[in-house]
């Protein structure tokens, strides 16, 4: 795998500028930080919605968000319509995905900031603004895949939209089977101590149906817009592995079926109270259940391990917006919610119920924070974002694990953006982050197919805590292009990573804070313009990430990279739009990864393999899209090689080695997708 030391890195992200000679006035129009790609700028590329358009803007990298707990946190980097999508468990992509480019309007890109925009902590936002037109739109796709095993998997989806001016409506669902992609066959290897080698044959089968519906219904309403939303969402999985020994021919199976079902109810208001100052309120009510049922079957005895797990949460918040002057914009507000984690767990060897830490919780939290907003542009060149906000969260837990307890945290915020001209920004941020404890680490989980075993919950963890402070120089050339560079640190408090815990039924490996480290980062972030090269309608985009971490390892005292982080990364999509031919033809290529993770008896390292994808989309007519993709075609592996000590890592002893090779085959994607109404 390429490695680049920070110096090394630092000059690949500045090579590019070398060649692009002086900035040039972009396509698009641009004035107080906001870019506007209207309608026109797509029209080469035939976008059949609105997230391929949103992957066509120079200089944007698109964030769905995350699924961190509360509304505040948890934005991606679009809005549509200047507000944000009140769902969590509706991937915004999907959202995105859903709407048909001749819904969109234009797209405004906000970078560093603007006054009367909320940048919800991100250095560039995009805002997709929607026709008013009422007219009726639909959309009919089907779709399936070729695996190589000889399944196929096929999936159909609608969506329809309409209504006039602030009144609209949409629906849209989907049926299917679907699978991994990533899960394949291999070799397994196990070394224990002193004892000789053995080899499995992995053969692994994943696969299940899922559905899903989502409806929307805006009005408006004493003067201002009432926007409600729902969400429902099942899948029942299964997953099958059989793992036999090349010499004795003994099998090790492992079953797994999974159900995950998700509920979400989502409402805004928006009201202008005059014509400076407006309000805005959110509600949002989502539950999320998993059951899960692995089972253990080997020569050496059975395992079995049984997971019932119900989330909840409920969120408020409102937000007051004043714009004082076309320079100085003002917001206050403030959310709350309730969460409440329901899990239940069992483990049992060869029948025998065996205890473990955590089985058994039920962990309540209430968060509460309040923000104040400032957006200044004291002149056309600078823009200044500063935010405080204050949270405070209350974690109760009950069940094996009892305690109580009270967090509370100020985060600071100022980002300063200076523009010296329209094709040039260098955007500085200064920032405390705190991170967000994951209901996940509060309960037991199993791997029982790998070395992994049963990992105990700990719901008595801190979140991490870091001030960060990050520098980003953006250059746009060539009407289409841009370069972005950015370099970041962190300083680290109370980072949470691996440790044990002790238990008359045996020591388990759990998540658990282990003191102060610090991260880096340096991208480069790509979109260029090949015309000028001599590939007229092509195009290259493409970003490179490198990383750094330090923390001290509570096992061995040493120096070591905080676990699951990932050195390097890639990807890169080339591309050409015939418009002559209706025709777009392209490659993709995703750079793998290597990631370690340290517990206090074992250290697993996780390798995989380059990406490489390669695609034609034909539009025959305008209402009609048939894309066809080659995937995987460098079957990608995945190796997860794990070394385990008989004791903790510093007090000596051979470990016992267990090396996991599989790779997935190559898969043909093939979509067909029927427009109505544009």
Aim: with cysteine; net charge positive.
């Amino acid at each position: 795998m390429l490695k680049l030391s920070p110096g090394a890195l630092a000059c690949a992200c500045a090579f590019p500028l070398a060649l692009l000679g002086p900035a040039q006035t972009a396509t698009a129009q641009t004035a107080a930080g906001v870019t506007a790609y209207p309608v026109a700028f797509f029209a080469p590329y035939q976008s059949g919605n609105a997230r391929e358009m949103l992957e066509r803007v120079p200089g944007l990298q698109l964030d769905f968000g995350s699924g961190v707990r509360g509304f505040e946190g948890a934005a991606g980097n679009v809005l549509i319509d200047g507000q944000r999508p009140v769902s969590k468990s509706n991937f915004l992509g999907e959202i995105l995905a859903r709407i048909p480019a001749g819904k969109v309007e234009r797209i405004d890109l906000i970078r560093g900031g603007a006054p009367g925009i909320d940048m919800q902590g991100k250095a560039v936002i995009a805002n997709v603004i929607l026709r008013k037109d009422g007219a009726l739109r639909a959309q009919l796709e089907a779709a399936g895949s070729l695996v190589p095993d000889g399944r196929q998997v096929a999936n159909l989806t609608f969506q329809a939209s309409g209504g006039a001016g602030e009144q609209t409506w949409e629906v849209s669902g989907l049926h299917g089977r679907g699978f991994s992609g990533l899960i394949g066959g291999g070799l397994a290897i196990a070394v224990p101590p002193g004892r000789p080698m053995r080899q499995a044959r992995i053969v692994v089968e994943d696969d299940g149906w899922l559905d899903q519906i989502t409806v929307a219904w805006s009005h408006p309403l004493a003067g201002g817009k009432l926007r409600l939303n729902g969400l429902a969402y099942r899948d029942n999985l299964k997953f099958e592995e059989d793992d036999t020994d090349t010499q004795t021919g003994a099998d090790q199976s492992t079953d797994q079926l999974t159900r995950d079902t998700s509920r979400e109810l989502g409402a805004n208001y928006s009201r202008p109270l005059s014509t400076r100052t407006a309000i805005e309120i959110v509600s949002l009510y989502r539950t999320n259940g998993t059951e899960l049922t692995p089972a253990l079957r080997s020569p050496g005895g059975d395992q079995r391990f049984d997971l019932d797990r119900e989330t909840r949460e409920t969120i408020v918040r409102g937000v007051l917006k004043q714009t004082r002057s076309q320079t100085l914009s003002l917001e206050a507000g403030a959310e709350t919610a309730r969460n409440r984690l329901d899990s239940r767990t069992a483990f049992s060897a060869d029948g025998v119920a065996i205890p473990i830490p955590a089985a058994n919780v039920v962990v309540t939290e209430t968060r509460s924070e309040a923000f104040a907003k400032v957006g200044w542009r004291p002149s056309p060149r600078w823009t200044v974002d500063a935010q405080l906000r204050y949270e405070r969260s209350t974690v109760t837990s009950a069940g094996d694990v009892r305690l109580a307890k009270t967090l509370q945290y100020a985060k600071p915020r100022l980002a300063i953006t200076w523009a010296p001209d329209p094709g040039n920004q260098v955007r500085l941020r200064f920032e405390r982050e705190v991170g967000q404890l994951s209901f996940d680490d509060f309960v037991a989980q199993a791997n029982l197919n790998t070395a992994t075993g049963v990992t105990a919950g700990n719901p008595d963890l801190e979140p991490e805590r870091a001030w960060v402070a990050e520098i980003a120089y953006e250059r746009r050339f060539w009407g289409r292009g841009a370069i972005v560079v950015t370099a970041r640190h962190s300083e680290v408090q109370g980072v949470v990573d691996r440790g044990p815990v002790f238990t008359p039924t045996g020591v388990f490996d759990r998540p658990t804070n282990i003191g102060d480290g610090r991260r880096e980062l340096v991208k480069a972030d790509l979109t260029l313009p090949l015309d000028k090269l001599g590939l007229k309608g092509g195009l290259l985009k493409s970003y490179v990430v490198g990383q750094w971490s330090k923390v001290d390892d509570p096992t061995t005292s040493g120096a070591r990279r905080i676990s699951g982080e990932k050195p390097i990364g890639w990807n890169s999509t080339l591309s050409q739009d015939l418009p002559k031919l209706n025709l777009t033809y392209g490659v993709y290529a995703e750079g793998g990864y290597q990631q370690r993770f340290y517990r206090f008896n074992a250290v697993d390292a996780i390798k995989l393999d380059p990406f490489l994808m390669t695609f034609v989309e034909w539009r025959p007519r305008k209402d009609l899209n048939l894309r066809v993709e080659l995937e995987n075609l460098t079957k990608r592996g995945y190796r997860r090689t794990t070394l385990t000590y008989p004791g903790p890592r510093n007090t000596g002893g051979a470990p016992a080695l267990s090396d996991r090779d599989t790779h997935f085959g190559r898969i043909v994607y093939i979509r067909l997708r029927k427009s109505f109404g544009g």
